[in-house]
């Protein structure tokens, strides 16, 4: 049974549809019928007058041997006859092209149910211009050579469609650029929680001039608490059905959270990523950042092992992405508020080890600055002890599982993000460093497990570093 099927059967008080034909035979329009119970239906063509005279036969032949039950009034229209119905009424596509629906939504339809095919309009294009209208949107979109992706949508609680949140402190110097990248996109289902984490400077009044002009502005003050803390208040007051988050002293491209939003919807993902560019302060250049999502997660993927390789394999870097609220929630997934420095490490590993499908934009679209006096990254001292205390929560939450291949995700994690702290450390820091890495290193895997996958995950010098970690 189609989607389609599946809503007309779940939904007998929708009395009039409008299906429109496209790219389907004779068996499908069996299978509507044989599942729905329509009163009034109006059956939208562009085929031949003859072809619809043929179609008229068999649905009457067919009624007559008992095998459907055609509803009591049954209209068979050309595109350019049809002029809307009265009352709540469903427009169901069977494998149509999108634009053949333009013509239709205007007549504001409660419900859009069905298929149809990639090409010029998007399902997400279909879902904005009918999105005030219309109490659900289900709309399976078939693509060449690939599996084929549902927008699910329901007017519902969420007040709006996505939340960025900004945790801010002291960025005077950066944030007009971040707020006039953000709000270049004008869609009012868009909110922007700003959270000021006891900032001393002058950007609470910057963001206050703007959300003079943009009622999409909200200001959050607070004392300061650390990023993480900034993150986690405003992740609480979020009303969006997805949700984003920007480092203030950052920037993206105008059209960055269009694309994820589009690309999220459209498939009903959790996790909608795109690329990113390292921008320079000091000189002002930027140069793409490698990265590891290509195939499959470009196409969209729903393999939830695949994704956990993302673990090992992702950067940390969750302000290029935007995450489905009710997933966040149903999963726990938040911000340990006690956490001072690089919380986001905590978040990556949780929302790749718990995420059902994720989707990539193969495009850069996000310019994480560097070289800004004060960055985390920047940090060469006892700071980075932090990891320990990020690494036995997270024991906590992907130990639990029991999953062994997420355990030897996150085992790889945990080792380079050790490696990468033992290059950076000052050395007077560095023995107590590497004595409690290697209590880290031991907690959920033995050392020979650990040595065997890091060979087979992520490379022999690798796991050559590894072997001297554990020795020295």
């Known amino acids: 049974m189609e989607e389609l099927e599946m809503f007309c059967a779940l939904h007998q008080d929708i009395g009039k549809a409008v299906i429109v034909i496209g790219e389907c035979g004779f068996e499908r329009l069996e299978e509507i019928f044989s599942f729905t119970n329509m009163s009034d239906c109006t059956l939208v063509f562009s085929w031949t007058k003859k072809d619809i005279l043929v179609l008229k036969e068999r649905l009457w032949n067919d009624q007559a041997r008992g095998i459907i039950t ?267 508020t006690d956490i001072k420095r690089f919380d986001d490490l905590p978040f990556k590993v949780e929302t790749f080890a718990f995420a059902k499908s994720v989707v990539m934009l193969p495009e850069n679209l996000y310019y994480y600055r560097l070289e800004r006096e004060g960055q985390d990254v920047a940090s060469n001292d006892q700071r980075l002890y932090v990891h320990f205390d990020i690494f036995a929560y997270l024991d906590q939450s992907i130990g639990r599982t029991g999953n062994q291949q997420l355990i030897d995700y996150y085992q790889m994690c945990k080792l380079q993000t050790h490696r990468y702290a033992l290059e950076k450390i000052q050395d007077k820091y560095k023995k107590e460093y590497l004595d409690r890495a290697r209590k880290d290193l031991s907690a959920l895997m033995n050392e020979q497990r650990t040595y065997t996958m890091t060979c087979i995950l992520l490379g022999n010098e690798v796991a050559e570093d590894f072997r001297t970690i554990m020795q020295e």
């Open 70 to 336: 055609l509803p009591e009034k049954l209209s068979f229209l050309s595109y350019y006859e049809f002029d809307g119905m009265e009352e709540e009424w469903g427009l169901y596509p069977v494998n149509c092209s999108g634009h053949e629906l333009l013509a239709m939504i205007k007549y504001e339809p409660a419900y859009i149910v069905g298929s149809i095919k990639e090409g010029q309009i998007s399902a997400y294009k279909i879902w904005e211009k009918c999105r005030n209208t219309c109490k659900e949107i289900h709309l399976k979109t078939w693509r060449a050579e690939r599996p084929p992706v549902s927008l699910d949508w329901k007017k519902d609680s969420y007040e709006k469609e996505l939340s960025i949140v900004f945790p801010v402190y002291n960025v005077e110097n950066y944030i007009e650029q971040c707020i006039r990248s953000v709000t270049a996109w004008k869609a009012d289902y868009v909110e922007f929680l700003f959270v000021s984490d006891g900032s001393k400077d002058a950007s609470a009044d910057i963001i206050r001039k703007y959300a003079r002009n943009d009622k999409r502005i909200l200001l959050i003050e607070k004392e300061n608490g650390g990023c993480a803390s900034a993150r986690q208040m405003g992740l609480e007051r979020v009303r969006g059905r997805y949700v984003g988050f920007i480092d203030p002293d950052d920037f993206i491209e105008i059209n960055m959270f269009h694309k994820l939003l589009r690309k999220a919807m459209e498939g009903n993902f959790d996790i909608s990523l795109c690329g990113y560019k390292e921008y320079y302060e000091n000189s002002g250049l930027s140069r793409n950042a490698e990265d590891y999502i290509v195939q499959p997660y470009i196409d969209g993927c729903y393999d939830a092992n695949k994704i956990k390789e993302l673990v090992t394999y992702s950067r940390v870097a969750i302000w290029r992405g935007i995450y489905r609220t009710e997933f966040l929630r149903q999963n726990n997934i938040h911000f340990y």
